[in-house]
């Protein structure tokens, strides 16, 4: 019982199954039906079905049901904490610090944010004339996420969408699909009437593809990589729905010569690490002036070596496996071709022993590969950073933006000058200074370039998931108005 449409759970009809996977064992959490396209129908029609109701719901209303799903969350985190850990592999550590709390603090910012939600103010620009301007949502909603952080990509697709009034369908990434429907079922015991949230588990090219197609879907929001993003603009564009997209990212992370070089070698190696190095927003090439080049990556390689890579459950782990052997090897492959070009200085390894029966790799450190080679220029998604040295901070910005993407990137300098120039020139959605990777669901997220347009979190969010519309009311009751006149003459 895989697809949650209508409040209930159902059996996807595509005749297809898939095994979700612990990727730290091999072991099989559960095995699911995938959806087709004819369930993405059901789903879409469900969702269509609630629009009316929900979105005439008042601010308040909704506001309370993602109120009662922040407590209801916060008494269910330990389950959702193993689940998700469990379909990912990420450390439980990892789970219950950050992706637990980040999505109950989401919730409880959409809960407040969805009663600030306002037009702006009536007026006359027009002597004849009152304008006003009404926010509204969109209508029915088709979603993807995908697999890096499943309960949180989750939320950031659905908690805005139904904070403005929209109706949503969403599809997970299928190898990740647990904390998802887990998440529609609290916010259905938290009161969300049922068909407000539907979610569809199947994969990109049937379910996906059907869902980003539909008529009867409004706007489409997706994460992913940049390949699978443009088949979904393309989709989207048959009958010109709204698109919200959230793609890849290369994110520089540029030292510079004043940096305080412990803070930087100790945040690129938590900056390149999270989450195995899955994150769209992980440090992914330093570029180090040439001065501290040599120190910098000294130190980084030997905090790369003291990493622990283990068992999810262990609190003694700094690193699990990533997300499926398929994703492993695709990375190692990446980093076996740039041994060719390229130094790898630590790392590179699938371990063996007690770590062999998961889709483990160790931290990987790479120099000397050039600014255009493939593992500088593309994205690996994998516990992989390359350093690239500069002579001029010229140089460096150029360096950081010489890139297709745009999502976000770091510089670390005690030089304030140097900071406002950094945050100025480099072409990003974010821009760290002296930090690299903490989110919050106050600010907004998204990127610029091939990272993608539109932002989650934050009340900038709203903008993707309402439209504006102006209302103009005559206020001189007169009958034969003057303007007519520029049209036909009064007999
Ligand atoms: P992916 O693009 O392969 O898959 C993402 C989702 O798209 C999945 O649900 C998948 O089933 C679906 N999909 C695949 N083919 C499709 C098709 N033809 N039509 C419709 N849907 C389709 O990405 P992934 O491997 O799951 O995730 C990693 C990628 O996501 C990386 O590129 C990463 O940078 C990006 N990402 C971006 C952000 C961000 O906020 N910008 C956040 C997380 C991940």
């Not at 990212?249 to 803070?263: I, Q, R």
């Not at 901070?393 to 360096?399: E, R």
């Not at 519309?469 to 007519?484: L, Q």
Request: hydrophobic share 40%; with cysteine.
């Amino acid at each position: 019982m895989h697809q949650f449409i209508s409040g209930q759970s159902q059996t996807g009809t595509s005749g297809r199954k898939l095994d979700i996977v612990d990727p730290s064992t091999g072991a099989v959490v559960e095995t699911v039906t995938l959806a087709s396209a004819a369930d993405v129908d059901l789903a879409v029609a469900a969702a269509r079905a609630a629009f009316p109701a929900w979105s005439t719901t008042t601010p308040g209303e909704r506001s309370a049901v993602l109120s009662r799903f922040a407590r209801l969350l916060e008494e269910q985190a330990e389950d959702y904490a193993l689940a998700e850990s469990r379909q990912t592999g990420k450390p439980l550590r990892l789970a219950r610090e950050f992706d637990i709390p980040g999505t109950i603090d989401n919730a409880d910012f959409f809960a407040g944010a969805a009663r600030s939600l306002e037009g702006k103010a009536t007026a006359e620009y027009s002597p004849d004339h009152t304008s006003s301007i009404r926010r509204e949502p969109i209508g029915v909603i088709g979603s993807i996420s995908p697999w890096n952080y499943p309960l949180q990509m989750a939320a950031w697709k659905i908690l805005p969408a139904i904070a403005a009034g929209n109706t949503i369908v969403l599809k997970p990434a299928e190898i990740t699909p647990l904390t998802t429907l887990m998440f529609a079922r609290t916010l259905q015991q938290a009161g969300l009437p049922d068909g407000v949230v539907n979610i569809i588990v199947g994969d990109g090219p049937e379910a996906g593809a059907a869902l980003m197609r539909h008529p009867e879907v409004d706007m489409v929001s997706f994460t992913g990589s940049t390949s699978v993003g443009r088949t979904v603009l393309e989709a989207a564009s048959t009958n010109s729905k709204r698109v919200h997209l959230e793609l890849g990212g290369k994110a520089p992370f540029v030292v510079f010569e004043d940096a305080d070089l412990e803070a930087a070698a100790h945040g690129a190696v938590a900056g390149s690490l999270i989450n195995t190095g899955q994150d769209c927003t992980a440090a992914t090439r330093a570029i180090v002036h040439h001065s501290v080049y040599e120190e910098f990556v000294t130190k980084v390689a030997e905090l790369y070596r003291g990493i622990r890579v283990g068992a999810p459950a262990d609190e003694e782990t700094d690193i699990g496996p990533m997300v499926s052997y398929a994703h492993r090897d695709r990375v190692a492959s990446i980093v076996d071709r740039a041994r060719g070009y390229a130094t790898v200085v630590t790392g590179g390894v699938i371990p063996g022993g007690d770590l062999a029966a998961g889709a483990f790799y160790t931290p990987t450190l790479i120099i000397d590969a050039a600014p255009d080679s493939d593992i500088v220029r593309n994205e690996v998604f994998g516990p992989v950073l390359t350093v690239l040295p500069f002579a001029t901070d010229d140089d460096a910005i150029a360096l950081a933006n010489d890139t297709p993407y745009g999502l976000a990137a770091s510089a670390w300098t005690r030089d304030v000058y140097r900071s406002l120039r950094a945050s100025r020139e480099i072409k990003a959605g974010c821009v760290w200074i002296n930090d690299h990777i903490p989110i919050i669901s106050e600010m907004p997220h998204g990127g610029v370039k091939e990272s993608g347009f539109g932002k989650d979190m934050s009340a900038y969010s709203f903008d993707e998931y309402t439209q504006i519309k102006h209302v103009m009311f005559d206020i001189t009751g007169i009958a034969h108005k003057d303007w007519h006149r520029t049209i036909y003459r009064l007999r």
